[in-house]
């Protein structure tokens, strides 16, 4: 039997995670939360640590000074990274709602959510077409020979020249007189070094034979079959991890967020034991003390780190939404921070061991083999591999690496959109339905893709990387602080965290907040424009029309924030346009804390948004207790749903 004591014992179970109470299995019962607290360090780990930690920050760093780029890199993280990524998972944790819903807390600003949907739509469609392309080395790798060792296929021009010595007879003129021999290789090593430009087997293999790239980007051509399989495969492999939403993801992220680290471990020790290698590293870090003084230098720095974490993207505030009301984010932010920073110096290692040795190979130096993005993922380090024994088992581990560090983004942005969905629609059917949705986006995500997987969709790849994801998201994260720290109020949110902690912001961080990370990210925004250059891939330059593209791309996320900030304004009650903006701004009745019971102090007494509000109501329920008692005395019946309200 159950009674009092039950109850009582039931509804301590029911607190969430303060240290010594009971702790049920999902405390929201109606969103669900991660299984543990592992499930979600891992999972933001994975959608942090990408693609760019492998392809892009070792080319930066070499390019900015070696070892004294880390400087500024971790100057950054330390004043702009690590304070944005914990205002980002207390901002969904305080409130357990995605990148819309958190926008109770000043409605008028509501279009920052909807352009960080528009963002992560557009990254999460191009997103997966490299993971696509990974899948399709991946699978090419299942054989004996690497199909981008020689130069004696039919896809190859005769300017095409191996690194890997000859093997077997080359139908290329080229190589027509190169033998098999000692004598032979060493020819065509210094024949290769001779060249003013070389054309790699593995280029070749990339430009005309994986992507049959077309002339210009107008011309899209036919769909390449092979990707557009691949495409629907990863597509595939995102929606089942995904089907059961946090629950099912917080599963595979225990394998997709730390077998990456098996896998670099393991080419990392086979690259440093290399002939070469440690000429690879050293150009990778040693310092050129000089460069700290160029303003460039910073510049990347700043972005690399921005970009790095995933930052405005809406994914972080979407995975915090799933933690528990008590949950000590703080710890999280700086371990998570620090995770993706110390994984991309590691990668660093990895990349230039195998390039010294490639460099090493051909008798070049280090920057004539060493590349980022695209060319380096599918490109440089797919040649270096053609040099190892065994090759074949090499490139399968770094394209198996390439696609779970894909994936592990690829998983956040997918929930990002599907959880704004259902919170902003938050009926009963769509949150049981919950599936459903996440098939649908997943649809739309591979339709919208197929016309990169056509011969022109190289570059609409590297048009939407470019632009897509480029300023918008530094005026996103720039307003969404502003919003925070100076419209909502430092004051205001500094004690809902410290609610929701159980100890206030540290210093160091509110002024971050206030401050200095709004300064460094207008900073990132100023060096954005200075730096910019029109798009170019390899000798194609991108024609104007295709620029403005780009450019809409990049304003069609910004542009919502004034739009819906308009619109709000407009239907907001109030006689003057001061009186709608006022309101506008005002936070809504609802926000707050998601469940009653973590509704205390200022949030008492129902879905309050601001203080003056509930006090507003609790003084209307104290009048209206007070003329309910005068009637029927204190004795008289309970107030019913059809009476005045009760407290």
């Not at 819903?101 to 949907?117: L, Q």
């Not at 098999?180 to 990339?206: C, D, F, H, Q």
Request: glycine letters at 10%.
């Amino acid at each position: 039997m159950s009674g009092p004591g039950s109850e009582e014992a039931h509804s301590v179970e029911q607190n969430g995670t303060v240290p010594g109470e009971p702790v049920k299995k999902d405390e929201n019962l109606r969103r669900g939360n991660w299984g543990n607290q592992i499930e979600f360090v891992l999972t933001s780990v994975g959608y942090a640590v990408g693609l760019g930690n492998v392809w892009r920050f070792p080319y930066l760093c070499y390019r900015n000074g070696g070892g004294a780029f880390m400087f500024p890199y971790f100057i950054m993280l330390v004043f702009c990274g690590i304070p944005l990524f914990f205002l980002e998972l207390s901002f969904g944790q305080f409130a357990s709602l995605g990148c819309l819903g958190v926008w109770k807390v000043s409605p008028m600003f509501k279009g920052v959510g909807y352009g960080m949907m528009v963002v992560s739509t557009y990254i999460g469609i191009y997103y997966n077409v490299v993971i696509c392309l990974a899948f399709y080395y991946f699978f090419m790798s299942m054989t004996n020979l690497l199909p981008w060792t020689y130069c004696n296929n039919a896809w190859n021009t005769p300017d095409c020249s191996g690194v890997a010595g000859t093997g077997r007879p080359s139908a290329n003129a080229s190589l027509a007189n190169i033998t098999a021999t000692a004598s032979g290789v060493v020819s065509s090593i210094t024949e290769l070094v001779n060249r003013t430009k070389r054309t790699s087997p593995s280029e070749e293999y990339w430009r005309y034979y994986v992507l049959n790239v077309s002339d210009d980007i107008g011309n899209f051509g036919e769909v390449r079959l092979p990707i557009l399989g691949c495409l629907a495969i990863s597509w595939i492999v995102v929606f089942l991890c995904l089907i059961r939403g946090v629950k099912s993801s917080g599963k595979v992220v225990y394998f997709t967020a730390t077998f990456p680290y098996v896998v670099l471990t393991i080419l990392f020790i086979r690259g440093i034991t290399l002939e070469g290698a440690i000429n690879g590293i050293k150009y990778y870090l040693t310092p050129q003390w000089q460069k700290i003084l160029d303003a460039k230098v910073w510049g990347d720095a700043a972005s690399q780190i921005f970009y790095s974490l995933g930052c405005a993207w809406g994914g972080l505030i979407t995975m915090a939404s799933y933690n528990k009301f008590h949950n000590n984010c703080y710890r999280d932010s700086i371990i998570i921070s620090v995770t993706n920073c110390g994984t991309s110096v590691y990668a660093g290692f990895v990349i230039f061991s195998i390039l010294g040795f490639m460099a090493h190979h051909l008798g070049v130096d280090v920057s004539e083999v060493a590349d980022h993005g695209p060319g380096l993922a599918f490109v440089a380090y797919p040649e270096a591999l053609t040099l190892l024994p065994v090759s074949p088992l090499w490139s399968l581990l770094f394209f198996f690496m390439l696609i779970l560090l894909g994936l592990g983004t690829q998983f956040c942005l997918l929930e990002t959109l599907v959880t704004a969905i259902v919170d902003e629609i938050g009926s009963d059917w769509i949150i049981k339905n919950k599936t459903v949705v996440t098939l649908g986006v997943a649809i739309m995500g591979f339709l919208l893709g197929v016309p990169l997987t056509t011969r022109a969709g190289i570059y609409w790849l590297l048009l939407m990387d470019n632009y897509a994801a480029s300023f918008s998201l530094v005026i996103i994260s720039c307003i969404m602080c502003i919003c925070i720290m100076y419209v909502y109020g430092h004051r205001s949110y500094f004690k809902d965290v410290e609610m929701m902690l159980g100890f206030p912001p540290p210093i160091f961080f509110r002024i971050c907040w206030r401050f200095i990370s709004p300064v460094i990210i207008t900073f990132i925004l100023i060096f954005t424009v200075i730096q910019y250059k029109p798009i170019t891939y390899n000798e194609y330059v991108f024609p104007d029309w295709s620029l403005v593209i780009g450019f809409c791309m990049a304003v069609s996320s910004v542009i919502c924030i004034p739009l819906y900030g308009i619109y709000k304004v407009a239907t907001s009650e109030g006689a003057t346009m001061l009186e709608r903006i006022k309101y506008a701004v005002k936070p809504d009745r609802s926000w707050g804390p998601a469940l009653q019971e973590h509704r205390i102090g200022r949030y008492a007494g129902g879905p309050c948004g601001a203080v003056e509000a509930c006090t507003l109501k609790e003084e209307g329920k104290e009048k209206q207790e007070e003329i309910r008692l005068s009637i029927q005395g204190a004795t008289g019946p309970r107030c019913s749903s059809s009476s005045l309200p009760c407290a």
